[in-house]
């Protein structure tokens, strides 16, 4: 869609609904791993946004690109009831009940597409489809060739090409504890565990472009902070108060597909259901005092 579709339709929209408060922004995105941070991100966890940074826009010098300001910075940060809102999901507390809030209306939706015939279509792939490939590991032809691959590219076949069909190397795989841990659950529990909605909270990074380069994306995310990538923010953010609600699909490189789709978009509208529910709560006035 991109930012500027995203902003033309933000502004049709506060123009016909003149009294919005919160706009909402959800969907799917790509994650930027963050290993060994506090901010560790996995498929299927949901990202909220505290604020945006448009990491293509900017200048382009001779020997390097100068992004300009954040947005927070260049087109005014989120009003104070944003900020409230967001604050609360950075606590533990306020972060724990969103999670479990939005993991029990995504078992409502599986459970409804189940009794539809469509057992398969939200569930959650198992920990093993889970594959964060380390970055500079390109999803291209090795061997030998004449497709147009070479070290530091891939042919337009290879693009499309599962990376079963194409036998990327596992071994060049980013060994995780916490996915190992899932892992041996799910084998010892016949992959039947519960597992929780992970929330994480942070800075987006938006842009007109698909971040399909672990390189790149490790590069951009450690200059600004970001914890994922999409492509409407920033378009959306200029026009309505916003918070972006959107689940992490792929790592944003060029291993990634779509086996995840499906189950990232149930979590972020699981997600942005319960934090609606948690917004109304917090919009509604006090009730009166009895003595």
């Known amino acids: 869609m991109g930012k500027s579709s ?26 930027v791993p963050g290993i060994g941070t506090s901010n560790e991100v996995f498929l299927g966890d949901v990202v909220i946004s505290k604020s945006i940074m448009q990491y293509d826009l900017g200048r382009k010098y001779p020997n390097r690109f100068a992004p300009k300001d954040t947005v927070e910075d260049s087109l005014g940060r989120p009003n104070k009831e944003i900020r409230s809102l967001v604050a609360t999901f950075m606590t533990l507390h306020g ?48 061997g030998s060739h004449d497709c147009g691959c070479s070290e530091s590219d891939a042919c337009e076949i290879a693009l499309t090409t599962s990376c079963e069909v194409l036998q990327c190397d596992y071994s060049c795989l980013v060994p995780r504890s916490h996915l190992e841990t899932v892992t041996s659950r799910e084998q010892t ?3 039947t565990v519960a597992r929780e909605i992970r929330v994480v909270v942070g800075r987006v990074g938006s842009g007109d472009t698909v971040v399909k380069a672990g390189l790149d994306r490790d590069r951009i995310a450690k200059q600004h902070d970001l914890i994922a990538f999409e492509m409407e923010g920033a378009g ?4 309505i108060p916003c918070i972006i609600v959107k689940a992490v699909c792929d790592y944003a490189d060029s291993h990634k597909n779509k086996e995840w789709q499906h189950f990232a978009a149930a979590t972020a509208a699981s997600t942005s259901k319960a934090l609606l529910e948690h917004y109304a709560h917090m919009d509604s006035p006090p009730a009166p005092h009895t003595w």
Do not use: M
């Open 236 to 239: 959306v953010w200029e026009e």
């Open 189 to 191: 529990q016949d992959g």
């Open 95 to 142: 972060r724990s009940g969103l999670q479990r809030r939005a993991s029990h209306v995504l078992g409502q939706i599986q459970q409804r597409a189940t009794d539809e015939g469509h057992q398969n279509l939200y569930r959650r792939p198992p920990a093993t489809e889970d594959r964060l490939f380390k970055p500079g590991y390109l999803h291209r032809h090795y």
């Open 6 to 31: 995203a902003a033309s339709a933000a502004a049709s929209l506060r123009s016909s609904f003149t009294g919005i408060k919160l706009a909402i922004l959800t969907g799917i995105c790509g994650g």
